[in-house]
């Protein structure tokens, strides 16, 4: 298995932790489930871009990032507000795709998911702290390390893995990754 296809696959890592732990006869709360298919919606997106040209591989980054945090905001949100964000996102979507097209990395989305994700978490002080941490690790510092990641490949669209950026931003998402399946192995 090469480098990037260990980047794509990591994100599948919080649901095998937790599939591990339940086949070990370890329950978890089922708000951690939600958080781990939001996060392996990152690893269908990836799988999915690699099916289209080399091209028009970013346009599941305006799919994704909705999805992905509407599965982790139903692990803190009641469903009504969860609707009402997947609304508030798909119009920004929408409006990054009129304003910057398909072609390229999306910036304004992903920061807006990600931001939505920092600010549900650092309202919710009645989470585990852990838990807090992890997505702050992988959507808030994920999100300073993408900007300048989609900044590199926007100025060389066909070298996006081969960009100096790629490695330390992937860095960033798997220590995101590896809190919250610790958060998941522990007994907090």
């Known amino acids: 298995m090469d480098a990037e296809t260990v ?3 990591m994100a599948l890592l919080p649901a095998v932790t937790l599939g ?6 370890r329950r978890r709360d089922a708000r951690l ?4 298919a939001g996060f392996a919606v990152s690893w269908l997106a990836n799988v999915t ?3 289209f040209p080399p091209n ?5 980054t305006l799919v994704y990032p909705v999805t992905q945090v509407a599965l982790i905001a139903t692990a803190f949100w009641p469903r009504r507000m969860v609707l009402l964000l997947v609304l508030d996102l798909s119009a920004i979507g929408l409006a990054a795709i009129v304003w910057r097209g398909l072609h390229a990395p999306d910036v304004v989305l992903h920061s807006a998911a990600s931001l939505a994700v920092v600010a549900i978490v650092v309202d919710r002080r009645d989470a ?3 838990v807090r941490g992890s997505l702050l690790i992988y959507f808030g510092l994920g999100l300073v390390a993408w900007i ?5 490949v926007h100025a060389h669209p066909l070298a996006h893995g081969a960009a100096p950026t790629y490695w330390p931003y992937q860095g960033v998402l798997l220590a995101g990754l590896l809190a919250f399946s610790w958060v998941c192995i522990s007994d907090e």
Do not use: E
């Open 7 to 9: 980047a794509i696959v």
């Open 20 to 25: 591990g732990l339940r086949l070990a006869g």
């Open 33 to 36: 489930w939600w958080i781990a």
């Open 49 to 51: 871009a690699l099916a």
């Open 56 to 60: 028009d591989r970013w346009a599941p």
């Open 128 to 130: 585990s702290w852990l």
């Open 148 to 152: 300048p990641h989609a900044m590199w």
